[in-house]
Nanobody, 123 residues
Framework: QVQLVESGGGLVQAGGSLRLSCAASGRTFSGDAVAWFRQAPGKEREFVAA????????AYADSVKGRFTISRDNAKNTVYLQMSSLKPEDTAVYYC????????????????WGQGTQVTVSS
């Protein structure tokens, strides 16, 4: 299985920006669909953004559409989540996930997860 490590979280004021990174190791994951999820205290984990291993089939949650952008650099074995115009309701632990050759938005379908990175947006 691929191992994933997120970074880039932190405390930011509303309206600010952050870029999260998810570095993969153990094997190349250029053939994996990748996704970001988030989980706020007392809430279930929710889908944020996803992209397939090739092509342009990006998917975003309505709550982040137009503000967040998912991208990948296969040469660096890294996935990114660029977040802008952040809102207090974006506060959560953000997780990346990967699945080989299977594009899905359902967190139950992912076997590889990172440990998460905390994003806190102050008002």
């Amino acid at each position: 299985q691929v191992q994933l490590v997120e970074s880039g979280g932190g405390l930011v004021q509303a309206g600010g920006s952050l870029r999260l990174s998810c570095a993969a190791s153990g094997r190349t994951f250029s053939g994996d669909a990748v996704a970001w999820f988030r989980q706020a205290p007392g809430k279930e984990r929710e889908f944020v953004a996803a992209m397939p291993w090739s092509g342009s089939g990006f998917a975003y949650a309505d709550s982040v559409k137009g503000r967040f952008t998912i991208s990948r650099d296969n040469a660096k074995n890294t996935v990114y989540l660029q977040m802008s115009s952040l809102k207090p309701e974006d506060t959560a632990v953000y997780y990346c996930a990967a699945r080989f050759r299977y594009f899905t938005l359902n967190p139950a379908d992912f076997a590889s997860w990172g440990q998460g990175t905390q994003v806190t947006v102050s008002s």
